[in-house]
Structure formats: C-alpha cells, structure tokens
C-alpha cells in the first residue's frame, strides 16, 4: 500500500491519495455488521416483518415528501409522536422480537458458564418413548389425526388450562382413544409432561410462517407454531396422508419414519450417558460371588 502511494505521488502529483489506515479493529466492525444485516435480513425475509417493513417504508417515503414539501403542521405532529412510533413497531413485531432473543439464549456460547437446571435430568422413561412411537404408527396406518407436544424446558402451563386435564400415565392405547374420530376429546393437542399426559384438546398458536405449504391443514401449523414460541416438540400425524411429522425450533420435518421418530424421542428424552465403568464394577460385584462358591466347593470337595 506504502509503495502504490509513492508511486501516485511521483508520478501523479495532482491525484491525492487520502490517508487510511485500517486496523484490525476495522475488520472486524465490518464483519460484524455484515452479519448483523444479513441476519436482520433474513429474519425480515421469513417472518411477517416483511410485509410490516413494506408498509413502513411506504409510511417513510410519505414523511420524506412532507420534509421536502416543508408542511410544518404535518412534520411538527411526526416529531412529536416518533417515540409513540417506535413503541408501535415494538408491539408490532413483539413475536418476531421474542423469538429472536430466544435464539440467541439457545446458543450455546453460555452453556458451559450457566448451566441449565434441567441439565442432566431425564425428561421421560424408554417406556414413554415406546408407547408414543407405537401410538403413532398405529394412528398413521388407519390414517387417524394427531396432534402430541411435549414439554422440554419452557412450561406449557398456559396452553394447559386450555384444555381438560388428564394427568394418566402415557400409553398408546390412551392416546389411541382420545385421537378416534367423534370421541370429546380427538379436537386439539395432548400435552406431555414427563411420563404423563396432563391435558388434552388444548389450543395451540397458528404459525404465520409464509413458506409451509399450502397442502398443510390447520393442525400442522399449530404444530410449527408451537415450536416457535416454545422449545418443545411436537408430533403431528395427518389425517389426509397418514404421514407422521414432528416440529421442532419452528422447522417442520414432514413423512419420517418409525426409527426417526424414535431417534428424535431419545434425544429430546435426554438420558444421561452412564459411566463406562459402571458396568464393569457390576459385573465384578456379580463374579465375586460366583468365585467364592467355586472356591467353597472346592474345599468341600
């Protein structure tokens, strides 16, 4: 850079080359805004803000036309009510905003430093799993509709007392029953918590999410709806198909199968690993028996 600037200035005395210096600082501010908008970006893009933003630029490009225009009545009542402005676009986007923060606390910069208070904790037993992968199937092969959350860390309590308590054990037959046609209580989600179903026809939120299918019925977008707001997870089956799908973290994974949907359970079950060891000492304490009696018959013998 030194050198291309001597060059300029011996042999083009009258182009000036400005004085930058750019540090290592500078990068990095660039770099960090470049992500910045290309994430606020993107959140514009697939959420409802875009149609928001339209009709705020739209608004923007009025005000603009007043400044020039100079209508001082017009411009005074704007300046005296931008801070009610932003309150508005506050409330507006309060979902897109919610779910923001709430991915930035899912990151797991701060996991080592703060760790959850379910961390390590199981959050259902093998018998749980089993019992919602075969109710599942079952309810796909007769094409029967269903709608399951379950709770991770967030509480569901709120979309609980929209429904009818239950709090009995889970079991496929259970869930069989309450998804059949024309039974009270086929209509909404069954919430889980732990190994046990605690409500059921509750109300879910709809997902206003502008990529999910138009095939998709009421049921699936309150699956995805669910998952935006709420860390849990959510299976859906289709009453039209019969394909069985989850939603998690606002994504929707349409027509898995038996073994994935297991896959998914035991994860979001959160077993925790046991010792290697651990099963070494059993079978030692178990041998140690076993060679007493070897050794005691020998002598007896």
Known sequence: METFRLWISNHLPWLKMPSITIQITDILEIIILSILVYSVLVWIKRSRAWTLLKGMLLIGFFVALMYL???D????IIGKGINI???AAVIIFQPELRRVVEQLGETEVFSG???SASEGEQRFSDRTVNEIVRAAVEMAKVKTGALIVLEQKESLAGYEKTGIAIDAVVSSQLLINIFEHNTPLHDGAVLIRGDKIVSATCYLPLSDNQTLGKELGTRHRAAVGISEVTDSLTIVVSEQTGYISIAKKGVLTRNITE????IQLCAFQNKPNKPAGSRKRISAKKRV???RET???RKES
């Open 295 to 297: 050794q005691s018959g």
């Open 113 to 115: 430093f703060l760790p």
């Open 289 to 291: 028996p076993a060679n």
């Open 69 to 71: 225009l100079r209508m």
């Open 259 to 262: 073994d994935t949907l297991r």
């Open 73 to 76: 009545t017009l411009t005074f």
């Open 85 to 87: 402005i932003i309150m």
